[in-house]
C-alpha cells in the first residue's frame, strides 16, 4: 500500500464521509478528503469517481486546499459547490462551460433547480423554462388547461395550435383536458420561444427531430428496457439519461456552430 493511499485512508477514519446539505461543518469538520468526498455523494450521485471530481478541477470549477505533502482536502464550501455542479449535470444535462457561467452569476446549492438568479434576485425570464424533468423520473401529476396557462404565462391560442400540431396532446378527463409535467414545460419552453415569433407550425421540425433521436435511442436500449430484471432496467434507463444528455450537448454544438456562421 502507497504511502498516499494510507494517509488518504487514515484521514477518512478521523474525518466523516459526507456533510448533509446545509449541515454546518463542525470542529472537526474543516476539511474532507476527496475519498471522503466520494462515499458522502455516492447515493445521491451514483456514478460519482475520484477521477469525475480531479477532472471537474482540471476544468476550474473546484479548487480545493492542498496539505504541503500535495493532498487535496475539500471544505464544506467546496462540497456544497460540487453538490450544485453535479445536479446542474443531471437534472438540467447543462456542460461544463454553462456550468462555470452559473457558478460565477452566484447560483449556490440553495438554488431550486429551473430558477438562475439575477443581480436583482429576480427569476430571469430567458432562463425560466429550465426544468428537472427527466426520463425516468414521472410524478404523474396532471395539471388542468386553466393551471398550465398560469404557470407557464401562455396564450391559450397558442397551447391550442401546439395540439393541432401533435406537439402536445394533453388527456381528457370528465370534459377537462389535462396535461402532465413533461407537457407543461413543453408547454413553457414554446412560450418563451413565441415571444420571438415562433408558432406551432414551426415546432414541426423540433418534433420530426425528437421523434427520429427517441427512435434511435430506443433501437440501442431497447432490449434492456424491456428486461425483468431490475438492475438491468434500472442501468438502462440511467444510460438512457446519458445518452439523451450526451444528444443533447452534441445539438447544442451543432447548433452553435451553424449559428456562428451566420453572425459571421
Same mark, same amino acid.
Given at each position: 500500500?502507497?504511502?498516499?493511499?494510507?494517509?488518504?485512508?487514515?484521514?477518512?477514519?478521523?474525518?466523516?464521509?459526507?456533510?448533509?446539505?446545509?449541515?454546518?461543518?463542525?470542529?472537526?469538520? $474543516?476539511?474532507?478528503?476527496?475519498?471522503?468526498?466520494? $462515499?458522502?455523494?455516492?447515493?445521491?450521485?451514483? +456514478?460519482?469517481?475520484?477521477? $469525475?471530481?480531479?477532472?471537474?478541477?482540471?476544468?476550474?470549477?473546484?479548487?480545493?486546499?492542498?496539505?504541503?505533502?500535495?493532498?487535496?482536502?475539500?471544505?464544506?464550501?467546496?462540497?456544497?459547490?460540487?453538490?450544485?455542479?453535479?445536479?446542474?449535470?443531471?437534472?438540467?444535462?447543462?456542460?461544463?462551460?454553462?456550468?462555470?457561467?452559473?457558478?460565477?452569476?452566484?447560483?449556490?446549492?440553495?438554488?431550486?433547480?429551473?430558477?438562475?438568479?439575477?443581480?436583482?434576485?429576480?427569476?430571469?425570464?430567458?432562463?425560466?423554462?429550465?426544468?428537472?424533468?427527466?426520463?425516468?423520473?414521472?410524478?404523474?401529476?396532471?395539471?388542468?388547461?386553466?393551471?398550465?396557462?398560469?404557470?407557464?404565462?401562455?396564450?391559450?391560442?397558442?397551447?391550442?395550435?401546439?395540439?393541432?400540431?401533435?406537439?402536445?396532446?394533453?388527456?381528457?378527463?370528465?370534459?377537462?383536458?389535462?396535461?402532465?409535467?413533461?407537457?407543461?414545460?413543453?408547454?413553457?419552453?414554446?412560450?418563451?420561444?413565441?415571444?420571438?415569433?415562433?408558432?406551432?407550425?414551426?415546432?414541426?421540425?423540433?418534433?420530426?427531430?425528437? +421523434?427520429?433521436?427517441?427512435?434511435?435511442?430506443?433501437?440501442?436500449?431497447?432490449?434492456?428496457?424491456?428486461?425483468?430484471?431490475?438492475?438491468?432496467?434500472?442501468?438502462?434507463?440511467?444510460?438512457?439519461?446519458?445518452?439523451?444528455?450526451?444528444?443533447?450537448?452534441? $445539438?447544442?454544438?451543432?447548433?452553435?456552430?451553424?449559428?456562428?456562421?451566420?453572425?459571421?
Amino acid at each position: 500500500m502507497s504511502a498516499r493511499a494510507t494517509e488518504e485512508q487514515a484521514a477518512e477514519l478521523r474525518i466523516p464521509a459526507a456533510l448533509p446539505d446545509g449541515a454546518a461543518p463542525g470542529p472537526r469538520q $474543516k476539511s474532507i478528503t476527496i475519498g471522503a468526498v466520494c $462515499k458522502g455523494l455516492a447515493q445521491e450521485f451514483p +456514478d460519482i469517481s475520484i477521477s $469525475k471530481i480531479r477532472y471537474l478541477e482540471d476544468q476550474k470549477l473546484l479548487t480545493p486546499r492542498r496539505t504541503p505533502g500535495g493532498y487535496r482536502l475539500y471544505s464544506h464550501g467546496d462540497l456544497d459547490r460540487l453538490r450544485t455542479i453535479l445536479r446542474m449535470q443531471r437534472d438540467e444535462f447543462l456542460p461544463l462551460r454553462v456550468i462555470r457561467q452559473e457558478l460565477a452569476s452566484g447560483r449556490g446549492g440553495d438554488t431550486p433547480v429551473g430558477v438562475s438568479p439575477t443581480p436583482s434576485g429576480s427569476r430571469d425570464p430567458a432562463r425560466s423554462w429550465r426544468t428537472s424533468v427527466r426520463v425516468g423520473e414521472a410524478s404523474g401529476a396532471l395539471y388542468s388547461l386553466e393551471d398550465v396557462l398560469e404557470e407557464t404565462r401562455a396564450d391559450a391560442a397558442l397551447v391550442r395550435e401546439l395540439e393541432d400540431y401533435g406537439v402536445v396532446k394533453g388527456e381528457m378527463r370528465s370534459g377537462v383536458r389535462y396535461f402532465d409535467e413533461t407537457e407543461r414545460e413543453i408547454i413553457r419552453a414554446v412560450t418563451e420561444l413565441a415571444r420571438y415569433g415562433v408558432g406551432g407550425r414551426n415546432l414541426r421540425v423540433f418534433r420530426s427531430s425528437a +421523434d427520429r433521436e427517441a427512435n434511435l435511442l430506443q433501437q440501442i436500449l431497447a432490449p434492456a428496457l424491456r428486461s425483468r430484471n431490475p438492475q438491468r432496467r434500472k442501468e438502462a434507463l440511467d444510460a438512457l439519461e446519458n445518452l439523451a444528455a450526451v444528444a443533447t450537448h452534441l $445539438k447544442h454544438l451543432l447548433l452553435i456552430r451553424d449559428l456562428r456562421k451566420l453572425a459571421g
